[in-house]
């Protein structure tokens, strides 16, 4: 909400410049988002009123004005201003002003003439883009006159920015009871004291008029007046100025008092034509089906009876405390007007207002709860200003239907617990007097000690509780002065979070192994399960849809980590950047659950791409050493890796990590028809494993193993075995065979060729044979060594190779 | 006999200066010392002398012989050095090379600051706890003091799912379920994704938070300022001001936010603060009476408070990426940076 402060001052007096208003309310909890100085730039700019003009000797398009600012002479000023004429009202920017649009004023001779100073429009002004013509003011002006003065912009705009729960704060006289909290200043309300005495008419309002409530649940209180015989017309400049201080435009003084009003006592009003509601009468219900009604911006809307609507006898004419009706707006031909003041609930005008796609500044207020108490001050207010600016006369009375009369509220509220709650000691006298700059009625309690009887004013509604005074009490004692201590509670013992640590050993291994963490969003596109060759029954496309997806890339939740790395390895590559080492750990959505995963991608190059390290394609076991080392750093043995038929994976280049029944991750190259949906030119290779399956198998128990004391003797074996044979039969032989002084197997070569007979392939270990009793001899080493020989021999087909 | 051993040495050392290889030097070596050599030839003539010549020329020669093996000893290494030094120097490389840095990943920057602020609250006695991202009406709003047609509804734009769930909006509805099945003491922190219908350059569908909750027999609003100041100096340098302002959070009373000095201009005032010296960093409060009710703590005897705060917000206060969105594009040049 804007605040004008020339505005704020009718109300209460402050010393404040406006940074410090601006402070301050920011610290009572109102806080200021931005401070507007209207007429900055302007200062040196006044009323000038040219009093002749002449033709330019030298230039068509120019004219010599001679104009009058108030000093002993006229200033001549050469403008090329087309609008321009004699007895003309207009901005003049004098010698040394520098404007807002950054141009200083300088005394210049133009083709020859002097100018000393400039006629404005307003766009060299900064006060719209009109720029066709001099900015005409009106000749009631007094020449000389500061044009900020003139324009009521010697003024600065507070923009407010009120938390839900202050609706209160949402007029003038909301701010200016904050302020008189801080200040203990009297708020000077305006004089509502005419109705009844001098101005109300002969005829009563009861004779011509009737209001009803038929749905009381929704509407509290309904209050109106009718004032006959104004005369529809432009707003005063007084009054323009005010609303356009606020943001608000000028329509006509009948609704610009309603909403001058309603930004003084924060009261909706709205003003009905009188002679345009059937049978001049006011019915507040809920909308029958299928009725419409057309509203003040000429839209047609239907109506259910959710909403609630204002009628007259036969149709709504107005959606209540939303928007008025188009065809009861007052117009230049109303004569007598209908003026309501009501109170309606809040959750019903959020609704509907919600339903519409209308918020208006009465909905806004009305939805977060207007104070019944102001109905009719606001309405004899509003009712007072149309009879002195648009004349007319007010019937005699008011009708003021309030069911929803409610007694004000009292709440019980003890010291200790303000200083319970705060850690303070604040005394009962700071606490009288805050809540009682703030508007509350305080009674001491008569049974307890240091205890009050707090009456909360109509316009608090969001004080229900003891510990909502004690917010008050807090807020206007300055939560910076409330001391900074440290708790002085147990520190509760914290369980073992297996599953956090299994997360922490993977994910500093995988930042160790050269891998960079990506997080992507938890939403995806509906296509990516095809993108990855997933079929529509795979358990994977069952995917969560949002109701409202920010776009279709973003409409479903992933159930699988694999397209996000896709597109990141995708949006590389299309960056040419090539070396793609990418991993992700997030939880997934499936049928309800939401497990938690961890998946990387390599594709492109890998290695540091420098001189003696230079770039290489990943292969499968560069994926696969990672999977290794993932299960290593939770310690995890014993697990197999078994081929799949998983449709995103090359079909022989794949395998499903396996403990024991449990399938707890896989791996694999990317499938050729995958790189081509993600227009990937080099080979991609995953891992995806399943974080709560590794942390039920994740073992973290240590226990030392000693050091080899005795001699460790190494011996290299070649063997040529068939192609197809998998690496794992012959580690098992030697295993198996080499029996406890087996002490490590390194596969160090695989090759096929022409070295080897085709079909076959040689594979190179080295065997390192260590005993934890004995220095092993050299022939007790080949006899053990030459059985495995035998065995590969024997049960493999295996070779030696020379 | 003694002057020709005299003038010998002489002639040696002199000799020795102009040496410039190992082969020169043995060449010498065998001149003098050799079978033939000058020196031994002058040696052999010793038995010539006379009986009482014989001891004291004996002792010159041995002197001088003594000398001259030194000489040579000192001069085969300074050969050998001077050797050494011409092939180390031979074997000078461009340093300037690019070095060969092991492979190594980085975090995320939001995880980096996720963990960061983590480790703060632990080192308190805060416990990390975490809890599901699809979330019911109840957990997210109404159990938190937000009935359906509450405005502060607004403040939140929610992604509904299909089936009448949501995509949590804030981490605050572990509050509810951790109180719901624990008792007092607790102090936890809920780090974790929470999403909201926006997207700007200030604003990312899916962001990360941080929540905090002290619940105790007797907690104070001075506690809670004292937990987030000490949170912010850890956090920001031990010079960071921390300012408290009343403000508006259905599920906390009193409710406030906080801010902090500007880090972009240590408080003068400057565009990213908007002039102010302040940039705001987190939501904060006594926990509302309201949600203890909900899940049945007596609001009377147990006391407490809450914070929130957007992890992407405070990673930017340290990066200062204009558009956020950035973070999750995964960009590994991006990536790279931090």
Known sequence: MNVSLKWLKTYIDFDFSPKELADRLTMLGIEVESIKHLGAGLEGVVVGKVESISPHPNADKLIRCQVDIGDENNLQIVCGAPNVYQGMFAPVATIGTELPTGITIKRAKLRGEESHGMLCSEKELALSDDASGLMELSSNLSVGMPLTEALGLNDVILELEITPNRPDCLSMRGVAREIRAETGNTIKYPEVALIGIDIEGDTDIREITSVTIADPDLCPRYAARVIQNVKVAESPTWVKQRLESVGIGAINNIVDITNFVLMEYGQPLHAFDYHKLAENRIVVRRAMENETITTLDEVERKLNPNMLVIADAEKPVALAGVMGGYDSEITETTKDVLLESANFHPASIRSTSKEHGLHTEASYRFERGVDPEVVISALDRAAQLIVEIAGGTICKGVLDVYPGRKKPLKIRLRKDRVNFILGTSIEVEEIEQTLSRLGFGIEPNQTEVDSFDITVPSFRLDITREIDLIEEIARVHGYDNIPTTLPKGDIPIPPLNKHEKVRKCIRNFLLSSGMMEAVNYSFIHPNSFEKIRLNDDHPLCEATKLQNPLSPEMSILRTTLIPSLLDNAQHNHNHQINNIALFEMSSVFINGNEPDRVAGILAGEIGGGVYGNPYRPPDFFDIKGIAEGILEVCGIQGYELKQTEEPTYHPGRNGEVVLGETQIGIIGEVHPGVLENYELPFKAYLFDFDIEKITDAAVFSKRFEPIPIYPSIQRDLAIVVDQDLKSDMPMDIINTTGGEWVESIRLFDVYEGNQVPGGKKSLAYTITYHSATETLTDKAVNDRHDKIVQRLNKELGAELRM | ?338
């Open chain 2, 1 to 338: 006999m003694k002057a020709e051993l005299e003038s010998i040495q002489t002639e040696v050392l002199e000799q020795l200066k102009e040496i410039t290889s190992p082969d020169d030097l043995e060449t010498l070596r065998i001149t003098y010392f050799g079978r033939n050599g000058k020196l031994t030839d002058i040696m052999k003539g010793m038995g010539k002398l006379s009986k009482e010549e014989r001891p004291i020329v004996g002792k010159f020669a041995n002197d001088v012989r003594a000398t001259l093996t030194d000489a040579f000893e000192k001069t085969k290494k300074e050969l050998e050095i001077r050797k050494q030094k011409q092939q180390l120097t031979g074997e000078t490389i461009d340093i300037t090379l690019p070095g060969r840095k092991p492979a190594y990943g980085k975090a995320h920057p939001v995880i980096q600051t996720l963990e960061r602020i983590e480790t703060i609250f632990t080192q308190m006695g805060f416990q990390t706890v975490t809890g599901p991202e699809v979330e019911t009406e109840h957990y997210n709003f109404d159990a938190l003091n937000t009935p359906p047609d509450h405005p502060a509804r607004d403040l939140h734009d929610t992604f509904y799912l299909t089936d009448g769930k949501l995509l949590r909006t804030h981490t605050s509805p572990v509050q509810i379920r951790i109180m719901e099945s624990q008792k007092p003491p607790l102090r936890i922190i809920v780090p974790g994704k929470a999403y909201r219908v926006d997207y700007d350059v200030s604003h990312t569908p899916m962001f990360h938070q941080v929540e905090g909750l002290l619940v105790d027999k007797h907690v104070t609003f001075s506690e809670l300022k004292g937990v987030l100041v000490s949170f912010a100096r850890q956090m920001f340098g031990d010079q960071t001001q921390m300012r408290f302002r009343p403000h508006f959070f259905p599920f906390t009373e009193p409710s406030a936010e906080a801010d902090i000095t500007c880090t972009v201009c240590q408080g003068k005032g400057c565009r990213t603060c908007g002039y102010t010296g302040w940039v705001e960093i987190l939501g904060a409060g006594a926990v509302d009476p309201e949600v203890f009710k909900a899940v049945n703590y007596d609001p009377e005897e147990i006391t407490g408070f809450a914070f929130g705060m957007g992890v992407e917000r405070i990673a930017n206060l340290q990066f200062r990426i204009p558009d956020i969105r950035t973070f999750y594009e995964n960009d590994l040049r991006f990536l790279k940076q931090f």
